[in-house]
């Protein structure tokens, strides 16, 4: 079993929606983060969390440390918003703050 | 400001021949250095980290070793490429250890093992 684990997999929406997205993770955490993934490759960090919420534009992350879960919410979708979407965690005793990551979330948002 | 560095951006090499990728940071000292992989269809995986010049942490025993000749400059090798080393390479740093730093990534390179 994957210590992060992402749902759904795969979403498809149509601009405008509230798209939300989960990650629970099964191991004990010092901080999480959200990364955007486009097209290219290139990897953006958009939060970086270890309790409550962070807001940013119409970004939206909230993690709750007791129930091992993460969800990141983009309010009014817009298709610039398609790409993939990655948990990763900050391992209690992992090395030097290196990443454990989820598997992705691809999403797409239809005009 | 920081900058970080990699290239190649893309490298085709064929099974058995070396490897040396290069990642080099900018604006800012005695930064956290990260290689990570994401192999096709798979997750990125963290593959090695270095707290400082010489110090090295492989967290998965696989083909490819790195090095920090320098304190901004980290560089993944390999002697002899695998197919299964194929992937997409990233670099990353962080101001230090701490859950209140933020890790910042390269541009990344992709590797085609043929």
């Known amino acids: 079993k994957n210590e992060v684990e992402q749902s759904p997999q795969n979403l498809t929406a149509q601009e405008g929606e509230f798209i939300t997205i989960n990650c629970s993770y099964s191991v004990g955490i010092s901080a999480l983060h959200w990364l955007q993934q486009h097209p290219g490759g290139g990897i953006v960090s958009l939060f970086m969390?270890?309790?409550g919420k962070k807001k940013h534009g119409r970004l939206i992350a909230t993690i709750n440390i007791q129930e091992k879960h993460s969800s990141l919410h983009i309010t009014a979708s817009h298709p610039r918003d398609s790409a993939v979407y990655i948990c990763a965690v900050i391992r209690v005793g992992g090395g030097a703050d290196g990443l454990t990551f989820g598997k992705g979330t691809h999403l797409i948002i239809q005009p | 400001s920081q900058t970080i560095h990699q290239w190649p951006a893309t490298l085709v090499q064929p099974v058995g021949s070396p490897l040396s990728l290069e990642c080099t940071v900018e604006g800012t000292s005695n930064p956290n250095l990260y290689w990570y992989r994401q192999a096709a269809g798979r997750g990125l995986q963290l593959l090695f980290y270095?707290?400082?010049?010489?110090?090295i942490s492989s967290e998965v025993p696989q083909n490819l070793s790195a090095s920090r000749p320098q304190d901004r400059q980290f560089i993944l090798s390999s002697k002899k490429l695998l197919l299964s080393d194929s992937g997409f390479y990233l670099c990353?740093?962080?101001?230090?250890?701490?859950?209140?730093?933020?890790?910042?990534f390269g541009p990344g390179t992709r590797l085609t093992v043929t």
């Open positions: 990353a740093w962080s101001a230090a250890s701490g859950r209140g730093y933020e890790q910042y």
């Open positions: 270095s707290v400082g010049i010489g110090q």
């Open positions: 969390l270890s309790s």
